[in-house]
């Protein structure tokens, strides 16, 4: 059984059709390394929904020193960009005699990348790269929770310019694209919920949780019952109202996982602009001060989104620098967004369609200290049989990690039935 708390399933997943546009209120893409939502999609029957970002996509730009630049394909031929000045270049250089970082220590992303590349770019590229992802604070953020990929090939390799040469020297085929589904990223969790059927409830948001002769009693919003397992896959702090009963020490760790508020602006235009966004989109290190996270060039990197001869840009405003900008009124907030991307992007015309849709809890934080506090709770959850937290708010922020660990999850659980809709007694 599934219990749910909203109308919906999909959380932060939600898609809709508006005048013709695709809008998507959270996430914005997938990158699927290692093929994990392509197969569960395949069994779920909507393989043939999923849509490859645009080549266009490949296209990504930073906004740097009061300029759009558009980042180069290859590392190495940023030596020969605009994107650095020569100074910052010239410690670039030296990243191959980069030390490591001290065993067992659990370092920032922006001490880690000052070590690696210099303050020049750890507070511009390296930042901006955690922006589009977790819209964070470098100087917060844990680089071995929050970017395991960096952590691996420092402790491999050294030097992590050595080992993204090595990476591609061994590497075969095409890159990994950004995906998405043909009607926005809710066709999976929809199509998850028509796969289980009646399993899923929803408006029934789970109000205690008890341990009984060896199973949990799950009370919700109504009706009762008993399992063998019980999976929370809840925002931590609504994880730790219902635990800190059974084990404080969970509770307490679950809540020193905090998450950063997000508002989206999508605006649109019929026809399209002139000239049009090119790309995937334009991110901006909080260093240059602007009151914008970044804009997501949807209908470039995804065609699909948006209707014959229309462009669609979705703005994001917020994060852990921007809460306050994220919280003003909604025509305050639009102008704001209008006069951001007439500043960065050159865009004079007025929209033809505002939506906002805002999000007070938006990304967990994966900050210094989150590997211990997992490792924490994990310790505690020995003590609880049959009880396992789960979710975006743990070991990974993205779609592809959420899809990845469930389906180990559900052949930790169910060995023998893997497959959406198998029987089990669990919650």
């Known amino acids: 059984m599934v219990l749910e708390s909203d109308t919906r399933v999909g959380g932060v997943i939600r898609s809709s059709l508006d005048d ?38 490949d296209r990504r730009a930073v906004f740097v020193r009061g300029k759009l630049r558009f980042l180069p394909a290859n590392p190495p031929q940023l030596l020969a960009s605009n994107i650095l000045p020569w100074w910052a270049k010239l410690r670039l250089l030296l990243e191959p005699l980069s030390r490591r970082g001290a ?32 819209a964070g604070d470098s100087e917060r953020l844990s680089v071995r929770a929050a970017f395991p990929r960096l952590h691996h090939m420092e402790r491999s390799h050294r030097s ?15 890159p990994v694209r950004l995906a998405s589904f043909e009607g926005g990223l809710e066709t999976l969790p929809q199509a998850l919920k028509t796969a ?48 800190r009963p059974l084990d404080a020490s969970i509770a307490t760790a679950l809540e020193a996982i905090h998450s950063v508020p997000i508002s989206v602006v999508h605006l649109g ?30 209908s470039s990197a995804y065609p699909f989104r948006a209707p014959g001869g229309g462009t669609l840009l979705t703005t994001l405003v917020g994060g852990a620098h921007g809460a306050a ?22 865009v004079e015309r007025p929209p033809d369609l505002v939506r906002i849709v805002r999000w007070p809890q938006a990304i967990p934080q994966y900050e210094v200290g989150h590997q211990g506090r997992l490792d924490a709770i994990a310790a505690a959850l020995r003590r609880q049989h049959g009880l396992v937290l789960a979710g975006n708010a743990l070991r990974g922020p993205g779609i592809a990690d959420c899809v990845r660990e469930s389906l180990a999850l559900a052949e930790a659980i169910v060995p023998t039935a893997a497959a959406p809709g198998a029987p089990s007694s669990a919650a």
């Not at 390394?33 to 909507?46: C, S």
């Not at 992590?160 to 095409?174: D, E, V, Y």
């Not at 235009?269 to 240059?288: I, K, N, Q, Y």
């Not at 907030?333 to 951001?340: C, G, P, S």
């Open 269 to 298: 235009w019929r026809p399209a602009l002139s000239p049009e966004p090119e790309g995937f989109g334009v991110l901006v290190p909080a260093r240059e001060r602007r009151r914008i996270l970044g804009v997501i060039f949807a």
């Open 196 to 243: 289980l059927g009646d399993a899923v409830r929803v408006g029934a948001r789970v109000r205690a949780l008890e341990a009984v002769n060896g199973g949990w009693r799950v009370r919700w919003d109504g009706g009762t019952e008993q399992f063998d397992r019980v999976v929370l896959a809840l925002p931590p702090r609504i994880s730790a109202e219902l635990l």
């Open 325 to 346: 900008w994220a919280a003003l009124p909604d025509n305050e907030l639009v102008a704001l967004v209008r006069e951001e991307q007439r500043a960065i992007l050159g």
């Open 20 to 57: 013709g546009f695709i809008l998507e209120s959270g996430p914005n893409g997938f990158l699927d390394r290692d093929g994990a939502v392509a197969r569960l999609a395949e069994q779920l029957g909507i393989g043939g929904l999923l849509r490859a970002a645009s080549t266009a996509a």
């Open 160 to 174: 992590l310019l050595l080992a993204a040469k090595a990476m591609r020297r061994s590497s075969r085929g095409a």
């Open 103 to 134: 065993l067992g220590v659990d370092e920032s992303l922006g001490h880690f990348g000052r070590r690696h590349f210099g303050r020049h770019v750890t507070e511009t590229l390296l930042d901006a790269v955690q922006t589009g992802i977790f």
